[in-house]
């Protein structure tokens, strides 16, 4: 494992890919916009694997069995990586990822950095360039009116940004500088500096030169840019090119505005923001500073679940669930009319949100495949069954309302009212397992979400956390909601944490992630010990 540094001119991507030259089989990635998972399918596509494994966080042991083993991966430019300029994913790929990667995958690792390092201390080799004589390979930079109207670019934070938020973020700046700022007129004569897209949206050509403007804006005046950016796209509606922005960019400018504890409370902005830049702005703002019963609380905890990879309106939907079974209706409300379709939308539900430890969510626990029961059941009552994988017993609900009908009870279908304790006293209580304990282990059954039922106009989903029903408003998703993981990508528990507030039921997310080095065994209490 080793890290390339050196000042921005000091040629460290070109000293890289001169690396790549001499190993022909070395595999490389730019790490521009990535995340760690993004950078996971690409070393897995490259290593000829076909996908990834069922559990997905056993990629590394895909690529120890893969051609690519004992190789080098060479990443640049991980100072840009992440959706959004502040990114937290430097931090994230260069101290946690890169071990993980070499030591999983059985590869030699090479990372390019920015010069800082504060980490105490560390065992990776690091070369640090000397400054380039020459100077700064991306050429002057522009002056005059253009610099300021192209300094309101740069403070964009996804690099990427259509022609309406540049013209906001230049109104907010030239306050500041006390004159207006004609992005137009800037576009025409700094088009040397600029590209534009297809969909009319606008970046640097060299990031280099964002990188400059913003080092040398004053950090109050970035602190009041933001503010104002942050006041005008919490107006913006759902769609069209602000929408998609808003969806990328919000939580980061909240966090330079100090205003990110507000966000994260908003159901209907949350519901509007791409799950990638949730997380990382809330490791960005203060790891411990999430509420475990906010929206982004609800967000950190289904990641680290692996609820990820989902379209807006379906990740919407799981916010939706979460928000509801923690009793939190105002929120729900929010979710409902952000604006973000719901492609389907819960019912009701005896489900354990993930994260959570509490009594409430004692029942009833991880559930098998649930199964509809004949109409002879309770005349006039739609019901459904589902054996509890941790007890091996049963349970009957009404299919309409959730009301329990029947067990815990030992035998698949047991009458209407018949029950026993919910703890027998000849049986282990081990009814309510930690989520990490659900969720890291190869052996563990069910999966998070283990089956799905149509009932009338309802679909009945079990798994881990319980049983739930929803309304399908989506027609494509008829035969189901999409399957999730249940574990993340890369674990990476320690990423962000989530903290309990007076009477939050959230846990904690303390368990460091493990480095991979021999097959993973159940703990001694789980059953297939």
């Not at 991980?78 to 070499?102: D, K």
């Not at 029942?363 to 739609?382: E, M, Q």
């Not at 919910?422 to 890291?440: F, I």
């Amino acid at each position: 494992m080793a890290e390339l540094t050196g000042p921005p001119d000091s040629g460290r991507t070109e000293t890289l890919l001169r690396l790549n030259e001499t190993r022909s089989d070395a595999v490389v990635v730019d790490a521009t916009e990535l995340t760690c998972e993004d950078v996971i399918e690409r070393v897995m596509s490259a290593a000829g694997c076909a996908g990834l494994p069922e559990k997905r966080a056993d990629w590394g042991w895909e690529l120890e069995g893969s051609p690519l083993a004992g190789g080098l991966v060479v990443i640049l430019n991980a100072h840009r990586a992440g959706r959004t300029r502040r990114s937290s994913e430097l931090e994230r790929m260069v101290h946690r990822f890169t071990v993980e990667l070499a030591v999983a995958g059985r590869l030699k690792v090479v990372i390019e950095r920015d010069l800082s390092d504060v980490r105490r201390a560390h065992d990776h080799l690091v070369v640090a360039l000397r400054p380039n004589p020459a100077g700064d390979a991306a050429g002057p930079g522009p002056d005059g009116a253009d610099a300021e109207a192209l300094r309101a670019l740069a403070l964009a934070e996804v690099r990427l940004a259509p022609m309406p938020v540049w013209t906001a973020l230049a109104q907010a700046l030239g306050v500041h500088v006390g004159r207006p700022l004609d992005v137009a007129a800037t576009l025409e004569a700094a088009g040397d500096l600029l590209e534009v897209d297809g969909e009319g949206w606008v970046r640097f050509r060299d990031e280099r030169h964002a990188e400059a403007l913003r080092r040398s804006t004053a950090a109050e005046v970035v602190r009041a840019v933001n503010g104002e950016l942050v006041a005008w796209l919490r107006d913006q509606a759902a769609g069209g090119s602000t929408g998609q922005y808003l969806a990328q960019g919000l939580a980061m400018h909240a966090v330079q505005a100090g205003e990110f504890d507000a966000v994260q409370r908003s159901g209907r902005l949350v519901a509007r923001i791409d799950q990638v830049p949730v997380i990382d702005a809330a490791h960005a703002d203060d790891a411990y500073a999430v509420s475990g019963t906010s929206p982004a609380g609800d967000a950190v905890n289904l990641w680290m679940c692996g609820v990820d990879s989902l379209a807006q309106g379906e990740w919407a939907s799981w916010l939706h669930l979460m928000s509801t079974v923690r009793g939190d209706a105002e929120t729900a409300t929010e979710i409902a009319s952000s604006g973000v379709p719901l492609p389907w939308k819960v019912r009701w539900a005896h489900w354990r949100p993930p994260g959570a430890l509490s009594a409430t969510y004692v029942r009833p626990g991880p559930l098998g495949d649930p199964v509809v029961v004949p109409d002879d059941y309770l005349p006039g009552r739609h019901a459904v069954a589902a054996p509890g994988e941790w007890d091996g017993r049963y349970r009957v609900w009404d299919a309409e309302t959730g009301e329990e009908l029947a067990g815990p009870w030992p035998e698949p279908l047991p009458a209407p009212g018949q029950r026993e304790p919910l703890w027998p006293t000849d049986a282990e209580r081990n009814v309510t397992p930690d989520w990490d304990d659900l969720t890291v282990f190869d052996t563990l059954e069910p999966p998070f979400v283990s089956g799905q039922v149509r009932v009338g106009d309802l679909l009945i989903v079990t798994g881990l956390g319980g049983i739930f029903a929803v309304e399908v408003h989506d027609p494509s998703m008829s035969e189901g909601i999409s399957k999730v993981p249940g574990e993340p990508l890369f674990d990476d528990s320690g990423f962000v944490r989530t903290a309990p507030g007076p009477g939050s039921t959230a846990q904690r997310h303390v368990r460091p992630p493990p480095l991979r080095t021999g097959r993973r065994t159940p703990p001694a209490h789980h059953p297939a010990a």
